[in-house]
């Protein structure tokens, strides 16, 4: 069984810096691509970044590109994203999510398996 635990969340204050971890366990998950991505209440999960095991491809919304990094450690199976230059806009609730087959790495829908989330909060 797949189990993705995420942690590192918490209250900065903008223009701060948060990194955030995902433990991957139970899979083999060199196919897999891992993606984050954020809630606010009322509206859909949006997509932050992704990172496709499979040759290292990594993938940005444009509202954290050149703030955010994706990167991931294969021999712990485990996806960090580095958020710098922190906005009060980039307050959300973060998931971890992993696809199997790797394909659709920017799609919600496409995610086998998700963790449970992790507050971010930025305060002004």
């Known amino acids: 069984q797949v189990q993705l635990v995420e942690s590192g969340g918490g209250l900065v204050q903008a223009g701060g810096s948060l990194r955030l971890s995902c433990a991957a366990s139970g899979s083999t998950f060199s196919s897999y691509s891992m993606g984050w991505f954020r809630q606010v209440p009322g509206k859909e999960r949006e997509f932050v970044a992704a990172?496709?095991?499979?040759?290292?491809?990594?993938y940005y919304d444009r509202a954290v590109k050149d703030r955010f990094t994706i990167s991931g450690d294969s021999a712990k199976n485990t996806v960090y994203l580095q958020m710098n230059s922190l906005k009060p806009e980039d307050t959300a609730v973060y998931y971890c999510?992993?696809?199997?087959?790797?394909?659709?790495?920017?799609?919600?829908?496409?995610?086998?398996?998700w963790g449970q989330g992790t507050q971010v909060t930025v305060s002004s």
């Open positions: 990172l496709r095991w499979s040759g290292g491809s990594t």
């Open positions: 999510a992993a696809e199997r087959d790797g394909s659709y790495p920017l799609l919600a829908h496409a995610y086998d398996y």
